[in-house]
Every structure is written in structure tokens, then in C-alpha cells.
């Protein structure tokens, strides 16, 4: 071990809920994630240890999970912090082991946003400790960029049309659409819009958020095949295993997990059950990169094929996600949508992307350089008594 990180000792964990611009609106069938004109709220996490210091995000979205603003701010700063006070910052099993003391788990995981801010945050603080990006802390890094796909936003034919031609002319060549957000005709009207003016073999993945019965997604999953689509993410419960076992058995098209799987043990279960085909890998719904790792690792030695998917991050999490993508050497196209619908302007030096290519840096830690005096300035009391 490098001397420099064997004796780094976490000293403090700051918490800074952030308001970001809103560049447009965005919503799963659960509900609205982003509203155009209004600041999106991001946690951005600070972890310091002997002079070194890291930053992570949480993404409260409580659309789409039980984590909200106030909840990750005071789950952190009165129970996560105070266990890992003086925990070796390198020693990320120990921490994971005192996240669980802290925070126990439920069905799967206990506070997977808060604890994954966190737990960033201290890979960032290696990372710059040991003057090298996460790969090179690894060992493992397969890829150099990850491609990324555009999440079509529009709800109507001709919304859908516009959306998929704005992302064509940024240079993304694939494409995601949120569907259960209709009736059934509406909703495959809708991904037969985004199949007609995408590019000629386009791969297209739709993500129903868990809102169909076994009934109606067995029937959405005849459609979607008719129209080319490559994978199917969440359309059932998370915690319906056995819906999804049943869809997996009959589903002409892939079955891709999302929500069931915020812990390694659940994936564990979905093979061992045979429920499921594609596993998607994202950072924060896992708790953070420790068990995202081990969970891509599961998942390649099973057989299962993995995908990658953000939060509607801001750019500490767009890197997080790149560099744990391009360690398991994910090629197909990945959902991190952040930069399409916020902005990071705390971020002084970040991710590349061109032409819908995300290149993974390779600067210190995560690589992105993080203002402090900024977060200061967007920093919002999200703990303030409402009349």
C-alpha cells in the first residue's frame, strides 16, 4: 500500500445541497425528475482527510426513490459521518461495514443515494491522494470512452421527433425513452416516433420505471420487438421477482434490472433464479463504487450482460459512472443524461464529451475539479421550516 493513503484518516464530512440550472424538463412514470426554469437539487459531498479532500454527489429524485433532499443531508451528517470519523480513509470495507451499522439494510440496501455520495467522495480523496484516476487505482480500465445515448424527452409524436433530431445533431447514435407514462397505444406511439426518425439501426432501449403488470408488459414487450428495440429496463416492481421471472421466460426482448438490483446480493438472486438478462450498473441506487464493483464484477462472471445508467447526475457523477464503466468495459451505449437536462457550474475542469462520446478523465481521483466558493454560492438550506 502507498504509504501516503495507509495513513489518511477521515477527518470530516461536509454536505452541501446545491441548486443547478434546469436546461429542460424530464420525467419518469413515477413522476416529474426536472422542471425547466426550476434549480435541480444535488447533494455534493466533501470527505477530508489529513490536507487531501474528495467530493461526491447524491441525486434526490423522490420520483423515482424514497431519498429526498432533506433525508440524504441529515442521513449523512448525523449518522454516516459520525461512524466513519477516524476510519482509515483507504479501508472502504470498513466503511461499507460501518454504513450498515449505521443505516441497516432493509430488503436490499438501507440509504444507497447517501451512503453512494459518500463512499465517491472517499475514492475521489484516493484517487488525489495517490496522484492517479480511479482506473489506474483499480487496476482495471478496459475503455477510454463511452458512448452515450439520448434520452428523448418528448411525450407526443412530434415532440418525439424534435427531441431525437436535437440529439442526432449533438452526435449521440443512440437513444432511450421512458414509457409507462401512458396507456399502452400512447406509449408505443411513442417509441414508433423515436424508431422513425432515428438513424437506420440505431440501437433504442426503452425504461418503463416499473410501471407495468406482468400482463401489460408482456404485451408492451411483443410491441417493442416489432420495433427493433435492444433491451427492456424495469418494467415490473422491484421486488417482483417472480413477475420477472415469468416476463423473462416469455419477453421477446431482453430484460434489463435497474431498481431490483441496489445490492450485489439481489443480482445474486435474480441469476440464481433466472430472472433476468442484462444487469444495469449505476453508481448511486448501489450504494456507491465499492459495491457497484463487485455487483459489475458478479454480473460478468454469471454470464449477465451489463449496462450502464446515471441518475441524472451532475458531472461528480457523470465521472464516477465513466470510470466505473470503462473498468468492466461496458460498449454499449450508456444512459448518463445529466448534461442534457442540468448544469454543473461548479465544475472548473471536468468530463469531455464530444459528439455524444464521453471521454474518461484521467486526471487525479474522479477528475473533475470542484470550486469550492461556487458550491458555497449555489448552496441552499433544504432543511429550512416551511409555514
Known amino acids: 500500500m502507498t504509504p501516503g493513503l495507509s495513513g489518511l484518516r477521515i477527518e470530516r464530512v461536509q454536505t452541501f445541497a446545491v441548486a443547478l ?30 490536507g487531501v479532500h474528495g467530493w461526491g454527489e447524491a441525486t434526490p429524485i423522490p420520483a423515482w426513490t424514497y431519498e429526498t433532499a432533506e433525508s440524504i443531508v441529515t442521513t449523512i451528517d448525523r449518522y454516516l459521518a459520525p461512524a466513519v470519523i477516524g476510519t482509515s480513509a483507504w479501508n472502504l470495507d470498513a466503511v461499507d461495514a460501518a454504513f450498515d451499522r449505521a443505516v441497516n439494510r432493509g430488503f436490499s440496501i438501507g440509504a444507497p443515494l447517501a451512503k453512494s455520495a459518500v463512499d465517491v467522495a472517499l475514492h475521489d480523496l484516493l484517487g488525489r491522494a495517490a496522484g492517479v484516476p480511479l482506473g489506474v487505482l483499480w487496476g482495471q480500465r478496459r475503455r477510454e470512452t463511452i458512448e452515450l445515448g439520448w434520452v428523448v424527452s418528448g411525450q407526443s409524436p412530434a415532440e418525439v421527433a424534435d427531441s431525437v433530431t436535437e440529439g442526432g445533431d449533438a452526435g449521440h447514435r443512440a437513444f432511450k425513452v421512458k414509457i409507462g407514462l401512458h396507456d399502452e397505444d400512447t406509449d408505443t406511439a411513442v417509441v414508433a416516433a423515436v424508431r422513425e426518425h432515428a438513424p437506420a439501426g440505431a440501437p433504442i432501449w426503452v425504461d418503463a420505471n416499473q410501471a407495468y403488470t406482468v400482463p401489460a408488459a408482456l404485451r408492451m414487450a411483443r410491441r417493442l420487438h416489432e420495433l427493433g428495440i435492444t433491451a427492456f429496463e424495469q418494467p415490473l416492481p422491484a421486488n417482483d421477482i417472480a413477475g420477472l421471472r415469468r416476463l423473462r421466460e416469455s419477453s421477446p426482448v431482453p430484460v434489463a434490472l435497474d431498481e431490483s438490483l441496489r445490492h450485489p446480493s439481489d443480482l445474486a438472486t435474480f441469476v440464481r433464479l433466472e430472472a433476468v438478462d442484462v444487469a444495469i450498473a449505476k453508481v448511486q441506487r448501489s450504494g456507491g463504487l465499492t459495491l457497484s464493483r463487485r455487483l459489475c464484477a458478479l454480473a460478468e462472471d454469471c454470464g449477465v450482460e451489463l449496462m450502464g445508467s446515471g441518475l441524472t447526475d451532475s458531472d461528480l457523477g457523470l465521472a464516477a459512472s465513466l470510470h466505473l464503466f470503462a473498468a468492466y468495459g461496458i460498449d454499449s451505449p450508456v444512459d448518463l443524461n445529466g448534461r442534457q437536462f442540468i448544469g454543473s457550474p461548479y465544475a472548473a475542469g471536468t468530463v469531455v464529451v464530444e459528439k455524444g462520446t464521453a471521454r474518461v478523465p484521467d486526471s487525479p481521483g474522479l477528475g473533475v475539479e470542484v470550486d469550492e466558493s461556487v458550491v458555497r454560492e449555489l448552496a441552499v438550506d433544504v432543511l429550512e421550516q416551511r409555514g
Not at 440550472?21 to 489529513?50: C, E, M, N, Y
Open 21 to 50: 440550472p434546469t436546461h429542460r424538463s424530464f420525467g419518469v412514470s413515477g413522476g416529474s425528475v426536472a422542471v425547466a426554469g426550476r434549480p435541480s437539487i444535488r447533494i455534493l459531498v466533501k470527505v477530508s482527510a489529513d
